[in-house]
């Protein structure tokens, strides 16, 4: 079972950044699809970026292109998600996913199996 702990959310305000971060208990030598997702009251959970461990491709969602940046530190086994230009929209709990393999359907909520608790993201006008 893979455990997923994220950190780094907070309340910002517009314009401003966060970074969160999602440690991995995943084995080191195995390849993953991470991804992050949001989820704000009342709507479907988003995927808004992922990385294939093995190589580093990466993938956004059109809302966050060119605002957020998804990366990896393998030696660490954690993936992090820079967040700049923040705007209120972007105000959900965050959460990081992971599936074995390569990224196949990887902004699908549905397609990952191990998920962690979630960090609530909070930007003010």
């Known amino acids: 079972q893979v455990q997923l702990v994220e950190s780094g959310g907070g309340s910002v305000q517009a314009g401003g950044s966060l970074r969160l971060s999602c440690a991995s208990s995943?084995?080191?030598?195995?390849?993953?699809?991470m991804a992050w997702f949001r989820q704000a009251p009342g709507t479907e959970r988003e995927g808004v970026a992922a990385?294939?461990?093995?190589?580093?491709?990466?993938y956004y969602a059109d809302s966050v292109k060119g605002r957020f940046t998804i990366s990896q530190d393998n030696r660490k086994n954690t993936i992090y998600l820079q967040m700049n230009s923040l705007k209120p929209e972007d105000t959900a709990m965050y959460y990081c996913?992971?599936?074995?393999?390569?990224?196949?359907?990887?902004?699908?909520?549905?397609?990952?199996?191990?998920w962690g608790q979630g960090t609530q993201v909070t930007v003010s006008s």
């Open positions: 995943a084995y080191t030598y195995t390849t993953y699809c």
């Open positions: 996913a992971a599936q074995p393999g390569p990224c196949r359907a990887q902004l699908s909520w549905i397609w990952y199996n191990h």
């Open positions: 990385i294939y461990t093995s190589g580093g491709t990466t």
